[in-house]
């Protein structure tokens, strides 16, 4: 029995978490729903405390991992000007795959027509937030006090403060090169420490989805089964044809390895449903699994962990879509292209901002003149979605890392083919660490 588990890879032990938490949570939801010790004792008391400390410490290390790598990466760079050049092939990227996703989103919408027949007049009020314009999102790029960015967790103003505190290690000669020196082995340390902690995932993954699925609302998903099931293979077909058709054409990197080594990363972030908690893992993929060099991945990952919301942007296509048809509202071709610079536009204007998914999607809305008050339905089968849809934004970043690392010479293509690469960090043999050290 020991010999098998060792033998178990960290992806099999994480789906084995996910389907076992999954069972557990219809077996109580089914047999065990009005028994209230297991619900204040187990669902509400081991499930929840244990899931809650996993998504904390998931999140205890994106803030240093995103600083040191990020400066570890800005500092080695020989020549500042390609610092530029790296965020205008990233943004370009984010863009164009946002504006894809959108796109295709309203196409598979109007191909199924998910809200024909609906319902929506007994939808309640749904109140949008107010998004800020674009011009608040570039000032508030800038920290006031770094320490207070990181404190709050402000991936953009930390993304900012790390070049230039990069920028200035590069440029101060002696002291600069001490200091990088520094950086260089506190960056492996941290990724020691995302192993360390890939190695309790399927613990953390089984208490996630026993309590999710012990309260899931399938009446809400059956309700709406129509744009559940049109959204959720939009979302699919997008990781699957447009990330690797990208990947092959203007990188001519395998998407089949690629899909392979992405799958530890996906089932955090399906697990999660937090692209900056899954910050940690995309990074050990990014540089460990596929090859990047951490000076590319260092600043395309947080950065698409942030603005590059392809899955958000697919809900807003289908949704979009799903409500124009339950309400009976013909869009004309000029408002779809309105819906496709909106929310390609919006995934920037927005980052950073708390349900940035639902004030995207008002924004849209008002835009193209549909009832806000759609949202409220849709919202009922909205958590297994967001799920799908934080696996495949981190699936982009991935992909637009490997793209952008392969144009700036900085892929080891050799490691990106090597289905063993980066396989031993995930495994941390604990007994080990004392005689190693």
């Given amino acids: 029995m020991d010999t098998k588990k060792k033998k178990m890879s960290l992806t099999g032990r994480v789906i084995l978490g996910m389907v076992m938490g999954i069972i557990t949570g219809f077996i109580i939801r089914s047999v065990f729903s009005d028994v209230a010790f297991i619900h204040d004792y187990l669902v509400n008391g081991l499930f929840d405390v244990g899931g809650k400390i996993f998504i904390a410490s998931l999140k205890m290390l994106v803030v240093p991992l995103v600083f040191v790598s990020l400066v570890c990466g800005t500092s080695s760079l020989k020549d500042i000007s390609t610092l530029g050049r790296l965020g205008g092939k990233t943004l370009l990227f984010y863009l164009v795959t946002t504006a894809v996703a ?15 027949g609906a319902d929506l007049t007994a939808a309640t009020s749904f109140a949008a937030k107010e998004a800020p314009s674009l011009g608040d999102v570039i000032i508030g790029m800038f920290p006031t006090n770094p320490i207070n960015s990181m404190a709050e967790g ?12 990069g920028v200035a290690i590069s440029a101060a000669g002696k002291p600069g090169e001490r200091i990088a ?48 099931f049109v959204l959720a293979g939009t979302l699919i077909l997008h990781a699957l044809v447009t990330y ?31 692209s900056n908690a899954t910050i940690p893992v995309t990074m050990e993929t990014a540089t460990h699994r596929l090859g990047a060099d951490n000076k590319v991945a260092s ?13 958000t942007a697919i809900m807003q296509g289908v949704a979009t879509a799903f409500i124009a048809q339950a309400y009976n509202i013909d869009l004309s071709m000029s408002d779809y292209l309105a819906v496709i ?11 950073g901002v708390p349900g940035v998914g639902l004030i995207m999607l ?32 981190i699936t982009g970043d991935s992909a637009v890392t490997c793209i952008v690392a392969k144009s700036e010479g900085a892929l080891n293509v050799d490691k990106f083919n090597d289905m063993q690469a980066g396989a031993k960090e995930e495994h941390v043999d604990f007994h080990a660490i004392k005689s190693n050290s």
């Fill in 102 to 116: 959108i796109s295709l989103a309203l196409g598979m919408g109007e191909l199924f027509q998910p809200g024909a």
């Fill in 154 to 165: 402000n991936t953009l103003q930390i993304i900012v403060f790390a070049l230039l505190f």
């Fill in 181 to 228: 020196a520094i950086f260089t082995d506190l960056n492996e340390v941290i990724m020691k420490l995302v192993a360390l902690l890939m190695n309790i995932a399927p613990y953390g993954v089984f208490f996630l989805m026993a309590k999710l699925f012990t309260g899931l609302e399938l009446g809400a998903i059956l309700k709406l089964m129509n744009y559940f």
């Fill in 244 to 274: 690797t058709s990208m990947l092959k054409v203007l990188a001519g990197l395998s998407p089949i390895t690629f899909l392979k080594k992405m799958k530890d990363a996906v089932m955090f972030a399906f697990s999660t449903a937090s």
């Fill in 299 to 311: 600043f395309t990952v947080p950065l698409g962990a942030t603005i590059n919301m392809d899955g």
């Fill in 341 to 351: 610079m909106t929310a390609t536009l919006a995934s920037i204007g927005t980052a």
């Fill in 362 to 393: 008002a924004m849209v809305l008002n835009q193209v003149g549909l009832p806000v008050e759609g949202i409220a339905l849709i919202m009922g089968v909205d958590r297994l979605l967001d799920m799908i849809r934080t696996a495949v934004n």
